[in-house]
């Protein structure tokens, strides 16, 4: 399948490079480089719209979950306007979310819709709530 021309993925980059900034300027600049101002995500804990809700989201992990590094896992699997890719959310104890997104991008561009699958957690004490429970359930980018 064909890839993702440059303008795509710099906008995949940028949205990945928001669930890891550190500082909230970066995050929002990021955002603002990488989604369309109607963005839409969902995941099984999120249902947002707009760039302010998706910065709420992702600063809110950050707080929840300081020190979690969201990294793409996969090659990106793209035809027309959409792709879907394969992450990672790893947190400091070693524990991490694995999961899916499908992601639709406009004529711009700019992502405009996010759908996130989890798949099953690992966690360092070995447990595993499921694709959709336990405590780092919201750890996702």
């Not at 306007?81 to 790893?90: F, I, S």
């Not at 959709?132 to 980018?141: L, V």
């Amino acid at each position: 399948m064909p890839g993702l021309d440059d303008k795509r993925m710099q906008a995949l980059d940028a949205m990945l490079g928001a669930w890891n900034a550190a500082e909230p300027e970066l995050a929002r600049r990021l955002l603002d480089e990488a989604l369309a101002p109607g963005v839409v995500f969902v995941d099984p804990n999120y249902e947002i719209e707009g760039i302010d809700a998706f910065e709420a989201m992702v600063l809110a992990l950050r707080k929840a979950q300081p020190g979690h590094v969201a990294s793409r896992t996969s090659d990106v699997d793209a035809h027309h306007d959409v792709c879907r890719y394969a992450w990672r959310v790893t947190l400091p104890d070693g524990s991490h979310q694995n999961g899916m997104d499908v992601t639709r991008f406009d004529a711009d561009g700019k992502v405009l819709r996010v759908d996130g699958f989890f798949a099953p957690s690992t966690q360092k004490n070995g447990g595993n709530p499921g694709p959709s429970g336990g405590e780092d359930a919201q750890a996702r980018p």
